[in-house]
């Protein structure tokens, strides 16, 4: 549950906020939402896949962090063990909403683990500086939730441009525990190469012109973070 609140300076000129990345903060999750426009740079370091959206008969892409439910083998007691976050983990605890005339405005969840709550004491980042002014760190949280409504807005026709070209194939990944078991990871999909580079020279054309093509290179590449993200497991449950 949620309880998103317009953001305001008088109103919230103490809140603090935990900037760290740890289960407790509620990363304690195997996925979140990737945007085509974070590909090339998620891609060093995550698996980048599809998965069916419940009830849309969609897809949406998004960067893999373990094989369970719950798992984020890119948590460490140092914090988060990758020099990227996808936005959709950056932006965590703020959200986008909408005035009356349609207008952007920066909601908080004030149920989110992120706040810092009164008795925990001066920790975590300010948002608001003594005058009311922003803090650098709200400065920046304004720029990023600004990129990611404006990425987030272009996703549906990537998506639309994906399926238009049939270039979507189930990913079955088949895992061995370190015990000897197998298991197998359904319910994704990745984009079939060889279909992608046999399109007419026209669908290429127009995928690169609306800057589709190189995305969809980069999540081909980054499953070659799959095969790591399986040994990542392995040393987890070894330690």
């Not at 798992?71 to 009356?100: K, S, Y």
């Not at 190189?214 to 070659?224: E, G, H, T």
Request: proline content about 6%; overall charge negative; aromatic content about 6%.
């Amino acid at each position: 549950m949620t309880r998103p609140a317009l953001l305001d300076n008088i109103t919230h000129r103490h809140l603090r906020v935990h900037t760290s990345h740890a289960a407790a903060m509620g990363d304690a999750r195997n996925s979140a939402l990737a945007l085509p426009a974070e590909f090339r740079r998620l891609q060093a370091h995550f698996p980048i896949v599809f998965q069916l959206i419940d009830g849309d008969g969609g897809f949406q892409p998004i960067a893999l962090f373990g094989l369970e439910d719950g798992q984020n083998l890119f948590l460490t007691e140092r914090g988060w063990d990758a020099t990227a976050v996808p936005m959709a983990v950056q932006r965590d605890p703020f959200l986008i909403g909408r005035a009356p005339d349609d207008t952007l405005q920066l909601h908080i969840d004030l149920d989110s683990p992120r706040i810092v709550r009164a008795d925990e004491g001066e920790v975590g980042t300010a948002l608001f500086m003594p005058h009311g002014g922003f803090s650098d760190y709200l400065d920046h949280m304004v720029k990023l939730m600004e990129s990611l409504h404006a990425h987030a807005q272009q996703l549906p026709y990537f998506i639309e441009a994906l399926t238009q070209h049939q270039l979507l194939e189930p990913l079955v990944l088949d895992l061995e525990t370190p015990g000897g078991e197998h298991s197998r990871l359904t319910g994704l999909f990745t984009i079939n190469e060889e279909r992608l580079t046999t399109l007419p020279g026209a669908a290429l054309e127009a995928l690169s012109q609306a800057g589709y093509l190189l995305p969809c290179y980069m999540q081909i590449a980054s499953l070659a973070q799959l095969p790591v993200l399986a040994e990542r497991a392995v040393r987890a449950v070894r330690r």
